[in-house]
């Protein structure tokens, strides 16, 4: 870890000091005596943040130094560890009617933790004296909010014409190779742009010359069987799974016989020829003039591997590199260019011709005054002998976001290198670690992870991926400086590593996120029984097509002992229950069981009073969910699909017969993706929805047949939920509806999308096709065969999209349909019986 331990702890102990300071804090110590104790820990904190400069700086000359920075970075966590185990009993207290009373048991356990904290706490500020750390001024940087225009997602790409051109040559020549397929290197410096210029090359129009084309991303887990998998996926993903590895290679094999291919593994490292070997095997099935690119930061890697060419990527020209970092100020007025163009000698020295480089510049830069840029070119940190440029660069980028997104891009830590990932999960997994606390309470959290994220997009430390543009990567050499930042706090799972070895190094690891593998044993996870103090368990997972096992000893032993989780994903695995221990992890926020075959969750779910984040997608066998949900008062985003889901389609089997009762009491909820009436009283019914004030999103209603009358539809009150973007309302097949119930569930007139589907009913209501919903772009009416006449749906001003399927009773269409919109401007879908 070097010289950025202040920075990220800096921000650490600052979260800190303001829940110390909070009012819940402060009353609670008064009430049980412990508030000096509390005291001198702020007291304290402020002493430690003032030396944090100091202390950055001698940590790179002392081993002493950079171990107490370890040191209080432990205790900075099990400090808020402590603090939010009082929150979660204060809840449990407020939910038993208990208000602020705590049971001797807890008092004593906590004021046992509470001394410990006092005794290290002691330490560490003797330690301080006793390491001459001196107090210094620090000169917080300012942060300036970025404009509101933002960078094009795709950039043009500067200086790389004459690049691309012989890249395409050298794949488009005659095989060199005995074999049907060549391989040809693209070897250049991390930031040199090699997958970039890759892309280029695989999108020109010249390889329309290929019959198939398939991009895989590599990096340093060389996992043949994986990569095989993912080439396989992109050339038929209608492929099924097969458990034996030979089989995939000859369902590989034929898919590629007598064909011409071009393969992309992009960001190879591994150097073990064996591992190539047995990769390659199918390739030669191919068809002559085939080809595989391989883009290496290694000359060797691509001679491993047997290329006839290695194109070595040379830097961009000055002139280049300052077109790309002008490139990335292009959303800002630069009034003055005269002024700019004085800065061009002191920039591109700086760049050292890497775009990547040039780029985090321009990101680092554009929300500054040309005036301020000075701080930024001539910070000492570019002339530290001991790191490269790039590296200072990273390390000023960094600097200069706000505390809060410091933690949180440190977060990222976790992500395998090519891991892509989506927008929304990554804030909700910040939110679930306590990264988006707005101690004012006057925004949102899911507001402040946006504007974090935006953050973070703006100045180059996202990309969006290529590959899907709903996601997003971070580079490699972000990856790397995150796990630079975070230390020691995160730990990746991989293969052939001594556990027990990490795990004395590693004792108080915070976060774990891997790749999981099809078949996950407890000699692969044993490792997690010794992080007691883990807060993020995170399988991933590049696909979830296929069937993945878990070891039941984990959920059964190891699951147990991670009492401070925050974070729970079982996200994929082929688990049907789990065990009520889990109601015992109290601090946890998130928990992702979606693609399990999870029949039914435990009681003891009730009792995760922190939850947050509950996601059940893909959740084909779920039938019920706790009865108890209502205590769940913290719970912001329940989502639940079934297996064999499709937007707007209906024909698949249901599990899920109905909602506990009192959902109404969850008034925290944003996201509620399914909501189903039951029959039984113990259910919630509709006019539960009414206290949900913040629902936004989509909203999808079944078992409306169920509602009891049309003033239990009333109170759920939809027309007052303006954040709900997309509604789908269903009934049973084939049942009668009353009609007075469909009128009662008119939807916020800011609606998007509106899906109606198996109404019962002789008619639709009054409010369907009112020009008063102004945006609505998409309409799709299914199998509402008791209604003779049509909605003027001809009346809404902006619909697009028109999809009518099995309105049989509709004998006619007349003017009162088509209204004053016409039919012009909407795609019409299937017919009407």
Not at 504 to 527: C, M, N, P, Q, T
Not at 634 to 644: A, Q, V
Not at 645 to 662: F, I, V
Not at 709 to 724: E, Q, Y
């Amino acid at each position: 870890m070097v010289a950025v331990a202040e920075i990220f702890l800096g921000a650490l102990l600052q979260m800190l000091f303001e829940k110390l300071m909070s009012r819940e804090v402060l009353d609670f110590a008064r009430g049980e005596g412990v508030h000096k104790k509390l005291e001198k820990w702020s007291s304290t904190l402020r002493m430690i943040q003032a030396v944090l400069s100091d202390a950055e700086a001698k940590q790179l000359t002392s081993e002493a130094v950079k171990l107490w920075l370890a040191d209080l970075r432990d205790l900075a966590y099990d400090v808020e560890d402590v603090l939010d185990k009082f929150y979660t009993k204060q809840i449990q207290n407020l939910l038993q009617g208990n208000s602020w009373k705590f049971t001797h048991i807890f008092m004593r356990k906590i004021n046992s933790e509470i001394n410990e904290i006092t005794k290290r706490f002691d330490d560490i500020s003797s330690r301080e004296i006793k390491l001459g750390l001196n107090k210094i001024e620090r000169s917080v940087p300012e942060w300036k909010r970025l404009p509101s225009s933002s960078l094009p997602d795709s950039p043009v790409v500067v200086g790389r014409d004459e690049d691309k051109k012989k890249i395409v040559e050298l794949l488009l020549s005659d095989n060199q190779n005995k074999e049907n397929f060549d391989v040809v290197g693209l070897v250049g410096m991390p930031g040199v742009g090699k997958t970039t210029l890759a892309r280029l090359a695989f999108k020109d129009d010249a390889m329309k010359y290929f019959d198939i084309k398939v991009w895989v991303s590599v990096s340093d887990d060389f996992d043949y069987v994986r990569l095989t998998k993912a080439i396989l996926n992109s050339i038929d993903s209608e492929s099924r799974s097969f458990d034996e590895f030979s089989q995939i290679q000859n369902h590989l094999s034929k898919d590629l016989a007598g064909k011409k291919f071009l393969i992309v593994m992009d960001d190879v490292w591994n150097k073990k020829y064996e591992l190539w070997l047995t990769l390659q095997a199918p390739f030669g099935a191919g068809a002559p003039g085939s080809k595989i690119l391989v883009t290496t930061r290694n000359e060797d890697v691509a001679k491993l591997m047997a290329a006839v060419e290695c194109y070595n990527l040379e830097c961009i020209s000055d002139d280049d590199c300052w077109k790309v970092f002008v490139q990335h100020l292009s959303n800002r007025n630069i009034s003055e260019p005269s002024k700019l163009e004085s800065q061009r000698e002191n920039v591109v020295s700086k760049c050292k011709g890497l775009p990547f480089a040039a780029q985090t510049l321009g990101g680092l830069l554009r929300c500054k005054e040309i005036d301020e840029w000075k701080d930024v070119l001539e910070n000492k940190l570019w002339t530290q002998p001991e790191h490269s440029n790039i590296l200072s660069l990273l390390k000023l980028s960094y600097r200069y976001l706000p505390p809060h997104v410091k933690r949180c891009f440190a977060y990222c830590s976790i992500f395998p290198e090519d891991y892509e990932f989506e927008e929304k999960q990554l804030i909700l997994l910040w939110m679930a670690e306590g990264l988006l606390q707005n101690q004012k309470g006057s925004r949102e959290m899911e507001d402040l992870g946006r504007e974090y994220f935006r953050e973070l997009f703006s100045r180059s430390f996202f990309q969006k991926s290529k590959k899907d543009e709903s996601k997003y990567v971070m580079h490699d050499l972000l990856n790397d400086f995150a796990r630079l930042v975070a230390g020691e706090i995160g730990f990746t799972l991989e293969d052939k590593v001594d556990y027990h070895k990490r795990c004395r190094i590693f004792k108080k690891v915070r976060h774990s996120a891997y790749i999981s593998a099809d078949l996950e044993g407890i000699h692969r996870l044993e490792v997690f029984s010794n992080f007691e103090h883990l807060r993020t368990f995170l399988p991933l997972s590049h696909s979830y097509n296929g069937r993945k096992y878990l070891t039941s000893n984990f959920t059964l032993q190891i699951l147990p002992k991670l009492q401070y989780l925050r974070v729970l994903s079982l996200k994929g695995y082929c688990i049907r229950e789990l065990p009520d221990s889990i109601g015992k992890l109290r601090l946890l926020r998130y928990l992702d069981l979606s693609y399990t075959d999870i029949t039914s969750l435990p009681e003891s779910v009730s009792d995760l009073y922190n939850l947050q984040t509950l996601l059940l997608e893909v959740c084909g066998y779920l039938n019920a969910l706790p009865t108890g949900l209502k205590n769940l008062i913290n719970l912001r985003h329940l989502i639940y699909s079934n297996k064999w889901h499709k937007r707007y389609d209906t024909s698949y089997p249901r599990s899920l017969k109905g909602m506990p009762s009192n959902m109404g009491k969850l008034t925290n909820l944003q996201t509620l993706s399914y909501f189903v009436v039951g029959k039984e009283s113990s259910s919630s019914g509709v006019g539960e929805l009414g206290p949900l004030l913040h629902l936004c999103g989509t909203l999808h209603i079944s078992g409306l047949e169920n509602v009891n009358g049309a003033k239990d539809a009333v109170l759920a009150n939809l027309a007052g939920k303006d954040g709900i973007d997309v509604l789908l309302l269903e009934w049973k097949a084939k049942e009668t509806a009353d009609p007075d119930i469909f009128e009662s569930l008119q939807p916020p007139l800011m609606l998007k999308e509106l899906a109606v589907m198996n109404y019962g009913g002789s008619k639709f209501p009054a409010w369907m096709g009112n020009s008063l919903f102004s945006k609505m772009v998409k309409v799709r009416l299914k199998d509402c065969r008791r209604c003779k006449l049509l909605p003027p749906l001809g009346q809404l001003p902006l619909l697009k999209e028109l999809t009518i399927k099995g309105l049989s009773g509709v004998e006619s269409v007349g003017s009162e349909f088509y209204g004053d919109g016409g039919l012009n401007a909407w795609k019409i879908g299937n017919p009407l019986l």
